[in-house]
Structure formats: C-alpha cells, structure tokens
C-alpha cells in the first residue's frame, strides 16, 4: 500500500478471509525495501476471497475488496482514498 507519492506506508494492515470460515491473520507490510508490498499465500484452488485494511485493533478503516482469486496468479489492488 502506498501513498500518492509511492511511498510505502509501514502502518498499514491487511485482513484476507474467505466465505467458509478461513481467516488469514491482519498481515503488516514488510519493512523496507519491501514497505507496502504485502504477501498471502491462498492455496492451489481457486475461489473469492475478501481483503480489507484495518487499524492495529482489527477494525474496517476501508472497504472490502473481493478478490476473484486463481492459483499460480498474483494480484493487485489498487486502493484509492475517497472523501
């Protein structure tokens, strides 16, 4: 995650979970170089899961994205703030 300037921002956390009950644990990104890149590994099938940033203590601070997840792919998404 970034900022408009493409500076990675080290607080932000990330929450990956699926309809069936699955839950990756709030993942921060990794320090620098890597600041802002985040990584999941979501298994060998394919299926939706959803992904949203949340505060230290595990609450919404955006939307949920759904991400329409196919093995051997990586995926971006691209977070804009809104007013």
Known sequence: MY?????GLAWANMRLY????W????KQSEGPPQT?????????DAGLF???IVDTD??????????DYQP?????IEWQRVQ
């Open 23 to 26: 839950s990756a644990p709030p």
């Open 3 to 7: 900022d408009a300037s493409g500076n």
């Open 58 to 67: 595990g609450q919404p601070l955006s939307a949920v994205v759904d991400v």
């Open 36 to 44: 802002g890149k985040y990584e999941f590994t979501m298994g060998l």
């Open 72 to 76: 051997r792919c990586s995926h971006r």
């Open 50 to 52: 959803h992904l949203l």
């Open 18 to 21: 699926n309809d069936y009950g």
